[in-house]
C-alpha cells in the first residue's frame, strides 16, 4: 500500500488540543485545524484511498456546502466515510464479519 508524504506537517499549538497544518486546496494554500485523532483518520483515508492530503482537501472543499468552513466540511466527511464503513457490508468487507467481540 502506497503511503502518502505528509505535506501538512506544522508545529502544533500549546494552548490548544487541536493541530495545525497546512494544505493546498484547489490550488491555493490554507490551513486546517483538526483533533490529533481527526489526523490520523485523514491520514489513513488518504492511504487507503491512495491519495495525497491535497486532493483529498480539494476533493472535500469541492463538494461542501459555501456556507460551511473546510474543517467542519472535514470532519463531516470523515464521519461519513467511517459510518459507510461500518455498515453490515461495509464490515463484511472489511472481513470482519466473523470476528467476535
Given amino acids: 500500500m502506497q503511503r502518502y508524504r505528509d505535506e501538512t506537517r506544522t508545529e502544533p499549538r500549546t494552548d490548544s488540543t487541536l493541530v495545525s497544518r497546512n494544505v493546498t486546496v484547489r490550488g491555493r494554500r490554507t490551513s486546517l485545524r483538526l483533533e490529533p485523532a481527526m489526523w490520523d483518520a485523514f491520514a489513513e483515508v488518504c ?16 463538494t461542501r456546502r459555501p456556507e460551511g468552513s473546510l474543517t467542519a466540511a472535514v470532519r463531516v466527511f470523515l464521519l461519513a466515510y467511517f459510518r459507510e464503513a ?16
Avoid: K, Y
Avoid at 492511504?47 to 469541492?62: A, F, H
Avoid at 457490508?89 to 467481540?101: I, L, P
Fill in 47 to 62: 492511504n487507503r484511498e491512495t491519495m495525497t492530503p491535497s486532493v483529498l482537501c480539494s476533493e472535500i472543499d469541492r
Fill in 86 to 101: 461500518a455498515t453490515e457490508q461495509g464490515h463484511r468487507e472489511a472481513s470482519h464479519a466473523s470476528s467476535s467481540f
